[in-house]
């Protein structure tokens, strides 16, 4: 079974500054891993993955990078509507199974 | 556009069942993996079942193994989800979603609620 991590639990930053989030898996699964976005009361939205690639019409503010057990999700410069919690998200075994990190909230500070 | 709606979420007693079902639009539907995903009130998200696009395959998280069954019905563009003797804990919005191909999820519905209480 693979474990994720998130860090840090909450981040407090102001719009404009650069967003830098953590995901550390408990085992290695190369590249696949991906980040989502989920604000109150809506679902979440897929927003990285193969850990770098954006999915279809996320702003080129959103960059994801690593491999193995170590990925990043950093905001360039966050804007009002990027606040909200951020899931990273990874498969593994066959038939797969699938795993969620408990969450990084990005606020307001 | 790619659209998914759930529906059949309620409130149920424990030991009872319910059936979501998660019908969708806009999209080849028997060419792409569905999967149930589930968030309990102020926790974060839980992936709870997967099927493949042809119904070869099917898998679980372990704590709804034996308890709740996923399927498909691709002459209806639509994915069910049986849930059977519930718990307590399985109290949450249940979200059916896309999968992208290499097991990402990449269009998720608005969600269904399932509240299991006596």
């Known amino acids: 079974e693979i474990v994720l991590t998130q860090s840090p639990v909450t981040l407090s930053l102001s719009p404009g500054e650069r967003a830098t989030l953590s995901c550390r898996a408990s085992q290695s699964a190369s590249n696949n891993l991906a980040w989502y976005q989920q604000k109150p009361g809506q679902a979440p939205r897929l927003l990285i993955y193969d850990a770098s690639n954006r999915a279809t019409g996320i702003p080129a503010r959103f960059s994801g990078s690593g491999s193995g057990t170590d990925f990043t999700l950093t905001i360039s410069s966050l804007e009002p509507e990027d606040f909200a919690v951020y899931y990273c998200q990874q498969r593994y075994n066959w038939p797969p199974l699938f795993a969620f990190g408990p969450g990084t909230k990005v606020d307001i500070k | 556009q790619v659209q998914l709606v759930e529906s059949g979420g309620g409130v149920v007693q424990p030991g009872g069942s319910l059936r979501l079902s998660c019908t969708t639009s806009g999209l080849t539907f028997s060419n792409h993996g569905m999967h149930w995903v589930r968030q309990a009130p102020v926790k974060g998200l839980e992936w709870v079942a997967f099927i493949t696009n042809d119904r070869s395959d099917y898998a679980y998280v372990e704590s709804v193994q034996g308890r709740f069954t996923i399927s498909r019905d691709n002459s209806k563009n639509t994915v069910y989800l049986q849930m059977n003797s519930l718990r307590v804990e399985d109290t949450a919005v249940y979200y059916c979603?896309?999968?992208?191909?290499?097991?990402?999820?990449?269009?998720w519905g608005k969600g269904t609620t399932v509240i299991v209480s006596s």
């Open positions: 979603a896309k999968d992208k191909g290499k097991f990402y999820m990449d269009v």
